[in-house]
């Protein structure tokens, strides 16, 4: 880590990029640093008023470019340290054309992912999970729920329902929810995703170590078997700076589109 208060920062006069609010000109000239590499990872920024001296701008205006640049996850504050370039985060890419598991995804990828369980356990089911599970009344449902990361960076927090008849013992699954229903003939063969673009609340923010409101991914995925039976019903979380899903998309056939034939 380096302080660049006696390096960049400390280079000749500050000319800020034209156009829009102040503070966004200076969000901008320290964005345009970072991706330059005047700046790099873990550098430590000049105090508040050090900046705001370096530029010619009021501490308010200073105060607002950081605390933006934070909400989008360029910079990161430590209390009691000070403000720093944020890490860099490797982005992982997942393909919606095939079910796998997210231990095989990432396994196939080279890439080191472990688990850490925030609750596993049975319980009696919600309304919702009733219908998508078709649970009998009186049934209970097996909830499992993991943050998934890779090295030290969360990337999603996984909320898994399922039967209990299928799932009995949540504390019996090792690192992949689906080798473990392969064990008993119960793995799924097909599912539907739903995927939607939101903001972290709270709770999931700190979870996956990002600010309240930034980016992420809402997944729903309805697995099942070749019965047709529901087998698994999941939400998921991902952090949108992170993750790209892929989908390879080809041309339809002519003749189901309606066309006629000559």
Same mark, same amino acid.
């Given at each position: ?23 966004? %000109? ?32 009021? &501490? ?16 990161? %504050? ?11 985060? %490797? !982005? ?27 609750? !596993? ?65 119960? &793995?799924?063969?097909?599912?539907? %995703? ?69």
């Amino acid at each position: 880590m380096a302080d660049v208060s006696n390096g960049f920062f400390a280079d000749g006069p500050v000319v800020l990029p034209s156009g829009g609010p102040l503070y966004l %000109q200076l969000k901008r000239w320290i964005e345009d640093a970072i991706h330059n590499g005047a700046i790099n990872p873990g550098d430590a920024l000049p105090s508040e008023r050090d900046l705001a001296t370096k530029v010619d701008v009021s &501490r308010v205006t200073v105060r607002k470019a950081v605390l933006q640049l934070v909400k989008d996850g360029v910079l990161v %504050q430590r209390h009691g340290s000070g403000t720093f370039v944020a890490p860099q985060t %490797q !982005r992982v890419e997942q393909s919606l054309s095939q079910l796998t598991s997210f231990t095989e995804d990432m396994a196939r990828r080279g890439m080191a992912v472990r688990a850490e369980w925030l609750d !596993r356990g049975l319980y009696l089911p919600s309304p919702e999970e009733t219908i998508i599970l078709g649970l009998s009344s009186g049934e209970q449902v097996a909830r499992i729920s993991r943050l998934r990361l890779t090295g030290e960076t969360p990337l999603a927090i996984e909320r898994a329902s399922l039967s209990a008849r299928v799932l009995p013992d949540p504390g019996a699954i090792g690192d992949s929810l689906y080798k473990h229903l392969d064990k008993s003939g119960n &793995r799924p063969i097909r599912a539907i %995703q739903r995927i939607r673009a939101a903001n972290l609340g709270e709770e999931d923010a700190e979870l996956l170590r990002v600010p309240a409101g930034s980016a992420g991914l809402n997944i729903e995925r309805t697995s099942y078997l070749a019965s047709g039976r529901v087998i698994e019903f999941t939400r998921s979380i991902y952090r949108g700076d992170t993750y790209d899903f892929v989908a390879e998309l080809r041309l339809g056939d002519s003749s189901t589109s309606g066309g006629s034939k000559t």
